[in-house]
């Protein structure tokens, strides 16, 4: 006879293996980073330049190469996914043409990375000019997070409450009003939180930088936005697999400073995210 | 005084035929109260009057309403809503702390004055019989007040804006029997200020405080008369069917 109780055992058993396997590689891919790039770092190997055919030395230029490229992202990728979050949510009309719109933000997202680094070499280094520049990979890599943006920024926007809206249209402020001062303020923690992934995306991808700004090897910080940088994932691939002996050490430190850029940014992201639920008033 | 003059008032949501060949006047200084079962187009017959339906993409309206003998569609509708404010079913309170939620409207209207701020809020919590309450706790959460303690705020920010006429949409569904004696007792006092247009689902609110009672049934308005006269001896078999309990 079947016995539903072990019919739920098993089925409970299943669920609970499922969902640790999805912690097992997390918690090996921080465990392994951590213990082989944990020797490598020292204020030397974080803030001096590399040397010996990067075979000795730091990653200084790439951390900040990183740095430039994650904030000009934001600079160019924040204000307009903004804008056009709120033209979304708030402003248009349910028709062909918004429809066409969502569905590209739909399609953008989906689109490879390396798709996006062929697109940037052809439109901000060729058409454009810019040459490989700190400008071509910060675009590329904004365009690249636009749909994280806008869907996140449209959700946190449409997620407070139509009544307030109501409310204070109802009192005689206007729309931009209300969305200045009701809808806007209550929609920044998930803003906040969709930017800081999308920063944190735009951090990790090699594809995007690989044309369009990355420099294999330059022991100097670049001077000016139009000037190429290192960048931590591209130069991780490099010493990986371009150039030989390179101590594993590292090639280890590399990953862990790039794995811990990232953390961070999601860090934060989590810490606001809590902050404002804690604050959250209704 | 006529306030509202509607004429033909017919209102369409994509199929849905809202209102239908609406016509009546509101006077100014009173309560007319709006009974009629749900969905008999009682919101959205208030809902027009400060033009909050506009916000539907699906609406359709035919027929005039004039405020003041001047057609509310040439009326900017900012300008309209200061003068007709709207307290609605459930307490919203903005997420803002109780002064700013009373002096959230004429603050978008642009005074910036702290004194003059200050003291209409005072008098509009006043107003609402809200003063005594909260007078030491301005700055705290609206949403730490109580369901009816929100809803007398909500009064007096609609107050605040110095509108003519206010509009309240169910104002006592989620409230207490004494909560809505409270709310009661603030609007008879408001209406030698402000003309009052009052959509109840409560037959005997409407009896305790409306000047005027108004019948809607499925978008038509069925009757139009004295409360008293209503509640007595109302023309029609239907109105006199629904203030007796036995549809609705």
């Known amino acids: 006879m079947r016995d539903p109780y072990r019919t739920q055992r098993i089925a409970f058993l299943l669920l609970l293996l499922a969902t640790l396997l999805i912690v097992i590689p997390v918690g090996m891919i921080v465990v392994i980073i951590v213990q082989k790039g944990l020797p490598a770092i020292n204020w030397q190997f974080l803030l001096d330049m590399p040397r010996q055919g990067m075979r000795a030395g730091g990653i200084f230029p790439a951390i900040i190469g990183t740095i430039y490229l994650v904030s000009g992202a934001i600079i160019f990728a924040l204000p307009i996914g903004l804008l056009a979050a709120i033209y979304l949510s708030e402003y248009s009309k349910d028709n062909l043409l918004t429809r066409l719109i969502k569905l590209a933000i739909v399609n953008l997202a989906g689109v490879p990375s390396v798709v996006y680094g062929l697109f940037g070499l052809a439109l901000f280094v060729v058409f454009f000019k810019f040459g490989a520049s700190i400008l071509s990979g910060s675009l590329t890599l904004g365009i690249m997070i636009l749909p994280v943006i806008i869907t996140t920024s449209r959700e946190a926007l449409e997620s407070v409450p139509y009544s307030f809206r109501e409310v204070s249209l109802s009192l005689g402020a206007s729309k931009w009003q209300t969305i200045r001062h009701i809808v806007l303020p209550n929609a920044i923690p998930g803003i906040l939180t969709g930017t800081i992934l999308g920063l944190g995306r735009a951090a990790g991808e090699t594809a995007p930088i690989l044309f369009t700004v990355a420099a294999f090897y330059l022991p100097r910080l670049p001077d000016s936005i139009f000037d190429q940088a290192m960048a931590l994932p591209y130069h991780l691939y490099v010493i990986s697999t371009q150039v030989p002996n390179v101590d594993e050490k590292i090639r280890y430190g590399t990953a862990l400073v790039l794995l811990a850029l990232v953390l961070f940014m999601n860090l934060v992201a989590i810490i606001i995210r809590y902050k404002f639920r804690k604050k959250k008033k209704w | ?248």
């Open chain 2, 1 to 248: 005084m006529v306030k509202f003059d509607i004429k033909d008032l017919d209102i369409r949501f994509a199929s849905a035929h809202a209102l239908k060949q609406v016509s009546m006047e509101i006077r100014s200084n009173e309560i007319l109260s709006v009974i009629g079962p749900s969905n008999s187009g009682k919101t959205t017959f208030l809902r027009i009057l400060n033009r909050l339906n506009d916000l539907n993409q699906n609406f359709k309206m035919s027929g005039t309403v004039k405020l003041d003998g001047k057609d509310i569609k040439t009326i900017d509708p900012e300008l309209l809503r200061k003068k007709v404010g709207m307290v609605f079913a459930l307490p919203l309170p903005l997420p803002l702390s109780i002064f700013d939620n009373v002096a959230y409207g004429v603050r978008m209207h642009g005074m910036k004055n702290r004194k003059a701020l200050a003291g209409l809020v005072e008098g509009s919590l006043k107003e609402a019989y809200l003063w005594e309450e909260v007078k030491d706790r301005l700055n705290e959460s609206a949403f730490k007040l109580s369901g009816g303690q929100q809803q007398r705020l909500c009064i007096a920010r609609t107050l605040a804006v110095e509108p003519e006429v206010i509009l309240f949409d169910e104002p006592c569904s989620g409230l207490d029997p004494i909560s809505t004696a409270k709310v009661e007792d603030a609007m008879v006092k408001l209406k030698e200020k402000y003309t009052i247009v009052l959509v109840t689902n409560n037959v005997k609110q409407a009896a305790r405080v409306g000047d005027m009672t108004a019948f809607f049934l499925s978008g038509e308005l069925i009757e139009l008369d004295k409360t008293d006269k209503i509640f007595t001896a109302p023309h029609d078999k239907r109105t006199d069917g629904y203030i007796r309990g036995k549809f609705g």
